[in-house]
């Protein structure tokens, strides 16, 4: 069994900076590319990004690239989400999410069999 928690949400100005970590409680962290997501209130999840199993590649959406990056500590079972110049439309909530024995990145939420519960970002202009 797998379990994803998410933290490090918050209530910033836009152009701030703020990390979110997702801890991945179980086994085997390394078989699974870690997906994030985001879900603003009236719309459709989307996806912000990925990282492979050994954090060689890595995918983001396109409404992020150049801003997010992210980041994955295997000895420590956590993947990482740093934001940068934070934009009101960035307000969302975001969730991280578990691909096992991806072997691609997906941007697909539908091939990610674990999800945490979420966080919350609120970006203020």
């Known amino acids: 069994q797998v379990q994803l928690v998410e933290s490090g949400g918050g209530l910033v100005q836009a152009g701030d900076s703020l990390r979110l970590s997702c801890a991945f409680i179980?086994?085997?962290?390394?078989?699974?590319?870690m997906g994030w997501f985001r879900e603003a209130a009236g719309k459709e999840r989307e996806f912000v990004g990925a990282?492979?199993?050994?954090?060689?590649?890595?995918n983001y959406g396109d409404s992020v690239k150049g801003r997010f990056t992210i980041s994955r500590d295997n000895a420590k079972n956590m993947a990482y989400l740093q934001m940068n110049n934070l934009k009101p439309e960035d307000t969302a909530v975001y969730y991280c999410?578990?691909?096992?024995?991806?072997?691609?990145?997906?941007?697909?939420?539908?091939?990610?069999?674990?999800w945490g519960q979420g966080t919350q970002v609120t970006v203020s202009s």
């Open positions: 990282i492979s199993r050994i954090g060689r590649s890595t």
């Open positions: 179980g086994r085997t962290f390394d078989m699974y590319t």
């Open positions: 999410a578990a691909d096992l024995l991806g072997s691609i990145i997906l941007k697909e939420a539908v091939n990610y069999d674990y």
